[in-house]
């Protein structure tokens, strides 16, 4: 039988997945000669065995294109949602699936989802690889994630443009972005763009201290500020809530675990609405008018950058590479200048914050912007 491989997208989308989907693509057919299918809409679409086959110019005129031509989607392959209610383990069926095609190896393209999907997928003896995608950069193993480039790049002109107005009108705008739970995003979009306040969920903030580092810019002759929110910033007081929750939850065992579960989650949407509180809660304090921005999925959306394409690129060819050599159950990371085959089993389940002696925490210390703490 001829080498088959198999690709699938799954979790949020990401510029760059159709550059990476091209580049396992082209380099297992044209350097190894191997027979490539796509699963549709994720781990969903290769339960369900539905797939299309590429030939070389399938696989043409999508470097550029934003999104995923295959389609993705959130189902977990152990917990897979029947649609009544019911959740079950559907990896035995997509091992057959796996096998009726005589997949050599099945590439998942995504994030820390993704990550333990896969390792799930390991477990019952299907041969998996997968490449690093999410624009929050939050996957442990990898120095970069594909999609992070191209957000930053739309936040920080979204930020530049909101300055203008934030100028004009003397007011406090506060800029939320996303990244999950970590601060890659917003920090990395913040400094680029010159915010005044940057706040990151690894960091915990103090309103009265953003409201004083305002008042403060105000005294000093600067009528307006930017703040720069990830989606997933806390402040202090809610960070002490959170804890006790998951510490709970850590400790309780079936039916009070479960319910401590259900309080964490809604505990979490609720901060969700978090940005337009501390909006309002910084107009009090400070008597400056506050507008908040939501830049939420256009920061995904649309054309990759030359560095995500580049970057998906040669990971891509990597995972060709390591295929052919008969490596799977791994991550293939993007290592300074080079790609490294790293355990799923080290990358599942761990999430990469931003680590508090970074660089880009330093150099916002050192140029006066605020981190709420
Ligand atoms: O993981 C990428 C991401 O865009 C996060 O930044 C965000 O929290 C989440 O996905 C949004 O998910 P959804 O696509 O379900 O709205």
């Given at each position: ?6 690709i ?9 997945l159709?550059?990476a989907?091209?580049a396992v ?82 590439v998942c393209l995504g994030?820390?989802?993704t ?14 690889l997968t490449l690093p995608k ?8 990898t120095?970069?994630t594909f ?165 998906a690129?040669?990971l891509g060819?990597a995972c ?11 991550l293939v990371a ?40």
């Amino acid at each position: 039988m001829a080498r088959t491989i198999g690709i699938l997208t799954a979790g949020g989308d990401s510029p760059g997945l159709n550059a990476a989907i091209r580049a396992v693509g082209k380099a297992a057919q044209r350097a190894y000669g191997m027979h490539v299918i796509g699963f549709r809409d994720g781990f969903m679409g290769l339960m369900q065995n539905r797939y299309v086959r590429f030939n070389q110019n399938s696989l043409s005129g999508i470097l550029t294109r934003g999104g995923t031509i295959l389609g993705t989607s959130r189902a977990k392959v152990d917990k897979m949602d029947m649609g009544d209610g019911r959740r079950m383990d559907m990896r035995p069926l997509m091992r057959s699936v796996a096998e009726e095609h005589g997949l050599e190896a099945l590439v998942c393209l995504g994030g820390n989802g993704t990550m333990k999907n896969a390792l799930k997928l390991a477990d019952v003896g299907i041969p998996v690889l997968t490449l690093p995608k999410t624009i929050d950069n939050d996957v442990a193993g990898t120095d970069i994630t594909f999609g992070f480039d191209t957000a930053m790049n739309i936040a920080t002109e979204a930020i530049d443009r909101v300055h203008s107005t934030a100028h004009s009108h003397h007011r406090i705008m506060v800029v939320e972005l996303m990244g999950h739970n970590v601060g890659w995003l917003a920090l990395g979009a913040g400094l680029a763009a010159g915010a005044d306040v940057i706040l990151i969920p690894e960091i915990p903030y103090d309103t009265h201290e953003i409201a004083a580092s305002i008042a403060a810019r105000r005294a000093a002759g600067s009528s307006f500020s930017i703040v720069a929110v990830a989606e997933g910033a806390i402040s202090r007081e809610d960070a002490s809530v959170r804890e006790d929750l998951e510490q709970n939850r850590s400790e309780a065992k079936g039916e009070e675990r479960e319910e401590l579960k259900r309080r964490l989650k809604d505990f979490d949407t609720t901060r969700a609405g978090g940005t337009a509180v501390l909006s309002s809660k910084l107009e009090e304090l400070t008597g400056l008018e506050s507008r908040v921005t939501i830049l939420g999925h256009v920061q995904r959306g649309g054309t990759p950058s030359p560095a995500d394409r580049l970057l998906a690129t040669r990971l891509g060819v990597a995972c060709a590479d390591y295929i052919a050599e008969g490596t799977h159950g791994v991550l293939v990371a993007a290592r300074g200048r080079g790609t490294e085959a790293v355990p799923l089993k080290q990358v599942a389940g761990q999430t990469k914050s931003v680590p508090l002696d970074h660089p880009w925490i330093g150099a916002a210390r050192h140029l006066g912007i605020a981190l709420g703490d």
